[in-house]
């Protein structure tokens, strides 16, 4: 096993609901082009391209984004060391205990650099920088947390006290503090002995896991079980579902480093924000001259400090001030910018109501592309399906609906009742109800066709499937 490496843990769990109508729990933040054009995950991997010590990243993520994950990583050219699924989220603390048992397994007791996949960082080099500088106290035993220089009052993030100073520039850790309201922010800030609590570790394997013995057993031993009992499925690591299950679900500040004696703080200022609110949007992204933030075809006048995205159509804003417009094909939020926070509140209004706006997308993404719907009524539903160059879908059948496809790019093979039909641009194909039938994308460039179902009943759960390359299992669409 190899020796004196940093291994990259990546925590991209979690919904990001604060974020809706762009995150979403099935495609949640960490998976989104919010501030660049590489997503906050892939920006997250690139980051450590500069930090030579790294080894491939261990990934811990949502059973229902494996794919997203795995194709996002594939697309910036990183190979990760594993991807772990979590079969539910159980908070930090777990998903760090059962990384840290994978990560010594595979080297000798490597330094772990626990990183969210979701945070935004302006300044790499000097991020690499307190990376290196907390690594020699990490090679002493002593479990890093990152803290944030802060640039203003912030209620929305945890504090860190420092204690004494250390000869590398680092702090012994004082004390943790709950996110505070603004007065005490203020004090937070004037007095300079607070830093933003980051999220961010550094520690080594054994450090770590001497620690959750200690402190946690009961969390190590969830984890251990759940590793042991994990079985591989294609690309992916499957944690075992009981013995995960098991752990108490805890944050590693309440679990650990609120309890150690090994924690050290090193300062980070590199313009960092975890990017958890269209606030944060706006405070980094790039202004017009009436500090506005806009992103696709937005039109204003009289507008000012305000953000605007538009996804699918235009957003024409008259005399607004301070506010949060963000429209999707499918939804559109108005705030006042210091109202939302609130945003999760109404998602979760949403979830009660059995709104699927607050699961999913219009579009849909499937390990073999993705899929759109168009328009839907009584008894039909039309969707644009978009296959990945060589991807197929499984093969299967529906009880209750028909389908008509038409190909508009590139070409299909279809598999239907035992024939194989090529399907060339604006040729089409009828799949009657009941028939076993597969789509794939024989070619170089991606498959788009227009799906036209119909049927008493247009559920995604209406499939039988006999064969999936996916390994998908038959119930799940």
């Known amino acids: 096993m190899k020796k004196n490496v940093i291994v990259p843990v990546i925590l991209a769990g979690g919904s990001g609901s604060r974020l809706w109508p762009l995150s979403r729990q099935l495609h949640p933040k960490q998976l989104i082009a919010l501030n660049s054009s590489k997503t906050m995950l892939q920006e997250t991997v690139l980051r ?8 491939d990243p261990i990934v811990i993520c949502n059973d229902d984004h494996r794919f997203m994950v795995a194709e996002q990583l594939r697309e910036v050219g990183i190979k990760p060391g594993a991807i772990l699924l979590e079969p539910e989220g159980r ?7 059962v990384c840290s048992i994978e990560a010594a397994s595979r080297y000798t007791d ?3 650099l626990v990183l969210p996949a979701d945070h935004f960082i302006a300044d790499p080099s000097a991020f690499t920088e307190a990376v290196r500088k907390g690594a020699g ?14 640039d203003g009052p912030e209620t929305g993030y945890g504090y860190i006290q420092k204690g004494g100073p250390l000869d590398s520039g680092a702090f012994q850790i004082k004390r943790f503090v709950e996110k505070p309201d603004l007065e005490t922010a203020e004090s937070y800030v004037t007095s300079g002995e607070y830093l933003w609590n980051s999220g961010m570790f550094l520690f080594k394997a054994s450090a770590i896991l001497k620690e959750f013995h200690s402190l946690v057993p009961e969390i190590l031993s969830a984890c251990e079980a759940a590793r042991k009992k994990a079985i591989v499925d294609l ?8 013995s995960f299950h098991a752990s108490p679900s805890d944050s590693i500040d309440y679990a650990i480093m609120e309890k150690t004696g090994q924690g050290v703080m090193v300062p980070l200022e590199a313009g960092w924000s975890d990017l958890g609110s269209w ?18 075809d937005v039109l204003t006048h009289d507008v000012r400090n305000s953000f605007l995205h538009a ?5 024409a804003a008259v005399g607004l001030e301070n506010h949060i417009v963000v429209e999707t094909p499918d939804a559109v939020l108005v705030s006042p910018r210091d109202r939302v926070q609130d945003v999760r509140k109404m998602v979760e209004y949403m979830r009660l109501m059995g709104r699927e706006e607050a699961i999913s997308h219009r579009r849909v993404y499937r390990p073999w592309g993705s899929y759109e719907t168009i328009a839907m009524d009584n008894r039909f539903q039309v969707k644009r399906i978009t296959v990945k160059p060589g991807a197929k ?16 790019r590139g070409t299909a093979v279809v598999e239907r009742d035992g024939e194989s039909i090529l399907l060339r641009e604006d040729e089409s194909i009828y799949i009657p109800l009941g028939a076993t039938h597969r789509l794939e994308n024989p070619g170089k460039i991606p498959l788009d066709l227009i799906e036209v179902q119909s049927g008493s009943y247009l559920g995604e759960d209406d499939i039988v499937r006999f064969d999936d390359v996916y390994g998908r299992v038959p119930e799940v669409s």
């Open 235 to 242: 690309d992916f690591i499957r944690l075992d579902a009981p």
């Open 110 to 112: 490597p330094i772990l």
């Open 279 to 296: 606030e944060a949007l706006w405070q980094v992204g790039k202004k017009d001259l009436k500090s506005n933030v806009t992103h696709g």
């Open 91 to 97: 908070n930090t603390a777990p998903a760090i205990g």
């Open 48 to 55: 450590l391209s500069s930090l030579s010590e790294a080894a």
């Open 393 to 408: 879908l499984s093969a299967q059948k529906h009880y209750h609906r028909a389908e008509h496809w038409v190909v508009v």
């Open 311 to 315: 996804e699918s159509r235009m957003i």
């Open 137 to 150: 106290e990490a090679e002493q035993g002593r479990l890093i947390t990152f803290g944030i220089v802060p």
